[in-house]
């Protein structure tokens, strides 16, 4: 059955820098979305993703994030300068109907020192 | 504002013993409600898209109704592999999923 992938599982990285998480969508799947869940929280949208454009964001997605589709596989989260409150876990997803039925990925743990 | 509650934030039960998961929403001109099931660590699994009042679907042991106002998710002689956390999200078309905070439901046996 496809499924989202993500890398890294884990990563550890010291404030103000950046970092990439990756996500494989499914592959047949238009539309792309990132989210994240800081410990004990709920699921929080960042941004959704169509056609090589940022569809919507939240006010989170502010601009020390950024997306890109570099290829036709791969999505990926760009935190520019990070800091501590970014800490959280963050999902990838995809899905064939814009803003429907959302497939996850396992997350990516970001811990900022 | 757009909201959804989840109820009660944890449920624990014996194997065998059925109850009911709630989902409370405010989202005018609902699109879908979503239910997913987390375990610790790991990203949402997709469990059901509901989107007219009166519609239910059904899973094994799981089965999910729809109300104008909220969502039942029902859970029929659950095992202690269904000891997870159930995440409710709803939107309006177009817009992003809105989630509740989760019921977390521990089954022992």
């Known amino acids: 059955e496809p499924e989202v992938t993500q890398t890294p599982s884990h990563q550890v990285t010291q404030m103000g820098q950046e970092v990439i998480l990756r996500c494989v969508p499914i592959?047949?799947?238009?539309?792309f979305y990132w989210y994240r869940q800081i410990l004990g929280q709920k699921v929080e949208f960042l941004v959704s993703?169509?056609?090589?454009?940022?569809?919507?964001k939240s006010e989170i997605f502010d601009d020390q994030f950024s997306v890109e589709r570099p290829d036709g596989s791969n999505f990926t989260l760009k935190i520019r300068s990070t800091k501590l409150e970014d800490s959280a876990m963050y999902f990838c997803?995809?899905?064939?109907?814009?803003?429907?039925?959302?497939?996850f990925g396992p997350g990516t743990r970001l811990l900022v020192l | 504002e757009d909201q959804v509650t989840q109820s009660p934030e944890a449920l624990r039960l014996q194997e065998g013993e059925s109850s009911s998961l709630n989902c409370s929403y405010t989202?005018?001109?609902?699109?879908?409600l979503f239910w997913y099931r987390q375990d610790p660590g790991k990203g949402p699994e997709f469990l059901f898209t509901?989107?007219?009042a009166g519609e239910e679907k059904e899973k094994e042991r799981l089965k999910a109704t729809l109300t104008k106002k909220e969502s039942f998710l029902h859970i029929t002689a659950p095992k202690p592999e269904d000891s997870a956390t159930y995440l409710c999200?709803?939107?309006?078309?177009?817009?992003?999923?809105?989630f509740g905070k989760g019921t977390t439901l521990s089954v022992s046996s």
């Open positions: 592959s047949n799947h238009l539309y």
């Open positions: 997803a995809s899905g064939l109907v814009y803003q429907e039925t959302q497939y």
């Open positions: 509901l989107y007219s």
């Open positions: 989202v005018s001109g609902l699109r879908g």
């Open positions: 993703f169509y056609n090589n454009e940022i569809s919507e």
């Open positions: 999200a709803a939107n309006q078309a177009g817009t992003a999923l809105i």
